[in-house]
């Protein structure tokens, strides 16, 4: 069954702390990765998107990573700051437009 | 090109009225998705279009709800007779011809539903 998992569900950092969060995905085949960024009452805004072949793709202070053999996905936040806090979710595709999303993970950023 | 826009914004009607939500893509943006969403959870797909045509719906998309994209322009999605598990945030997101491979959609802010 294609799914997508993210972790954890929620999180709560200080202000200029760096987080990690994680992405699992049994989509096939693959075909792309994005992370998209949702702050409250709007619409998910694309982060990166990373192929097969790519293994790390940044964004300023966003980093992802992506291991296709083990099927993960990290998002790497450096230097956090309040406008962060917003809601990230993975969003996997197989070939076409079939898109699998995860359930998102809640970021909120306190100073 | 502003990006994605939707129409209303929010929207609270009473159970058993019918609402229309209405889409513009982007500009030469042939692919557009309509999606659900409710509190906490990711969005979850309802339907696709290709130009004008209609080429996938999903399970969630009952007999209830209907979407149109007549020019293959702007799309409306419509629900009769709305009941309160349809409240949530309706989403629709657009993308370019395929290029590349990246298959990138862009969403719009969303249509808020109410109904109480």
């Known amino acids: 069954k294609n799914q997508v998992e993210q972790s954890p569900q929620s999180l709560i950092i200080l202000e200029g702390k760096n987080c990690t969060l994680q992405?699992?995905?049994?989509?096939?085949?693959?075909?792309?990765l994005r992370w998209y960024k949702q702050d409250t009452g709007r619409g998910p805004v694309s982060l990166t998107i990373?192929?097969?072949?790519?293994n790390t793709k940044s964004n300023g202070r966003y980093t992802a990573t992506l291991d296709a053999d083990t099927k993960q996905s990290s998002l790497h936040i450096t230097a956090s700051q309040l406008s962060d806090s917003a809601s990230y979710i993975c969003?996997?595709?197989?070939?076409?437009?079939?898109?699998?999303f995860g359930t998102g993970t809640s970021l909120t950023v306190i100073p | 090109d502003t990006g994605v826009s939707q129409d209303p914004r929010h929207k609270i009607t009473k159970r058993g009225q019918n609402v229309t939500f209405r889409c513009d893509p982007i500009?030469?943006?042939?692919?557009l998705y309509w999606y659900r969403q409710t509190l906490g959870q990711g969005p979850e797909f309802l339907t696709y279009?290709?130009?004008?045509?209609?080429?996938?719906k999903s399970r969630l998309l009952s007999d209830r709800f209907s979407a149109e994209r007549p020019k293959g322009s702007f799309s409306t999605l419509e629900i009769q007779r709305t009941e309160q598990g349809d409240s949530a945030m309706y989403l629709c997101?657009?993308?370019?011809?395929?290029?590349?491979?990246?298959?990138?959609?862009?969403f719009g802010p969303g249509t808020r539903l109410t109904v109480l």
């Open positions: 997101a657009s993308s370019p011809p395929t290029s590349g491979g990246t298959n990138e959609q862009f």
């Open positions: 992405c699992n995905y049994t989509v096939s085949p693959f075909s792309n």
């Open positions: 990373m192929t097969f072949s790519e």
């Open positions: 969003v996997v595709s197989v070939a076409g437009n079939q898109f699998y």
């Open positions: 500009s030469e943006h042939n692919r």
């Open positions: 279009f290709q130009n004008e045509a209609q080429l996938e």
